[in-house]
């Protein structure tokens, strides 16, 4: 018989051993640690100890499923605010074995009962930010987006209890063990831009910062010279937890931009190839970008720079009206 529960304070090592058991490697952090599962998902000022829900066989922790809101960014200027509209369903995991679906959608179902409660409108499965909570830094590669192909138990819960995939995104790596890409324009706009590496540059928004923070984003900019106009930038991050035990270490990628009157002339090209040869000095391995699915542009631009595909994550979302096992 399984009996579900809401998170106590005792609970962590339970989860992280759970964690390591049933959430895939190739996009999360793993092994990962009790004090890091503790401080990236369960600290936060929006954790909501009812929004974790463990299922209990016989006295001991099966299965867990954490759900949440996004920030509420009518007024940026106002921190730790949620927007109740939106919930989303952030990370399943279930003991593998006999009978893990059947556990695996019994938590769902009560998560979305949790989310209703509070007043949810639309149910999401699996993040993308900003409807993200908990798991930046540990689930779902350099943005967090979605469900990971690999993770199909999470998936396959979702699946049969009727949320349709609404986006997907792809994750690319770019193996360091290879030469730098080509860029036939890098010596004349290395003439032309100076690379600007910023350790202390504020975070986008508070939420980025309870994700990322203990992470360090580096802000990679590039400026025109002599006037010091920045035409492009993105966001780096040290992904090493993720892939532990392959012991490739990992530079994320997100928040590739470029000025709209700056398009076209090579900046996102060239910024990326400095990204690459950065990692490159400061030792890693693998460079990850994501990207929607869609983005064609985006698409090419980074497999034009050898940059592979390795994996999908999926956004589902659940089908208005709620069905009747989603009321509380």
Not at 118 to 130: I, T
Not at 244 to 272: C, H, I, M, N, S
Not at 317 to 324: I, N, T, V, W
Request: overall charge negative; charged content about 25%.
């Amino acid at each position: 018989m399984i009996h579900l529960r809401p998170f106590r304070n005792p609970d962590p090592p339970a989860l992280v051993k759970l964690w390591n058991a049933a959430v895939p490697e190739s996009a999360a952090a793993r092994p990962l640690c009790v004090h890091e599962l503790d401080d990236h998902a369960f600290n936060p000022v929006m954790f909501d100890p009812e929004g974790l829900i463990i299922a209990e066989r016989d006295g001991r922790a099966v299965g867990f499923v954490h759900a949440g809101f996004g920030p509420d960014e009518s007024d940026p200027a106002i921190p730790f605010r949620l927007d109740r509209d939106l919930g989303v369903i952030a990370m399943l995991a279930v003991e593998p074995g006999d009978g893990e679906a059947s556990v695996a959608e019994a938590l769902v179902v009560e998560a979305e009962r949790y989310l209703r409660r509070k007043g949810a409108k639309v149910v999401y499965g699996g993040g993308r930010y900003p409807l993200n909570p908990f798991y930046w830094g540990l689930y779902g590669g350099s943005e967090a987006a979605g469900v990971p192909s690999s993770h199909s138990q999470f998936s396959s819960a979702l699946s049969s209890l009727g949320y349709e995939p609404i986006g997907t995104a792809v994750h690319l790596h770019f193996d360091l063990s290879r030469p730098d890409p080509r860029d036939p324009r890098a010596t004349i706009l290395r003439r032309q831009l100076d690379v600007e590496y910023d350790e202390d540059r504020l975070p986008g928004s508070w939420w980025e910062s309870l994700a990322l923070g203990d992470f360090h984003p580096i802000c990679v900019g590039l400026r025109t010279r002599p006037d010091g106009d920045e035409v492009a930038r993105a966001r780096t991050w040290d992904m090493s937890w993720f892939g532990r035990d392959e012991g490739r270490t990992r530079l994320g990628v997100f928040g590739v931009e470029v000025a709209a009157e700056q398009r076209r002339k090579g900046y996102a090209r060239f910024l990326l190839g400095e990204v690459v040869r950065e990692a490159r000095e400061r030792g890693f391995r693998i460079v990850e970008v994501q990207t929607l699915a869609d983005n064609d542009q985006a698409l090419s631009l980074y497999q034009a720079l050898d940059f592979e595909p390795v994996e999908q994550s999926t956004v589902f979302r659940l089908p208005a009206p709620f069905p009747d096992r989603s009321r509380p």
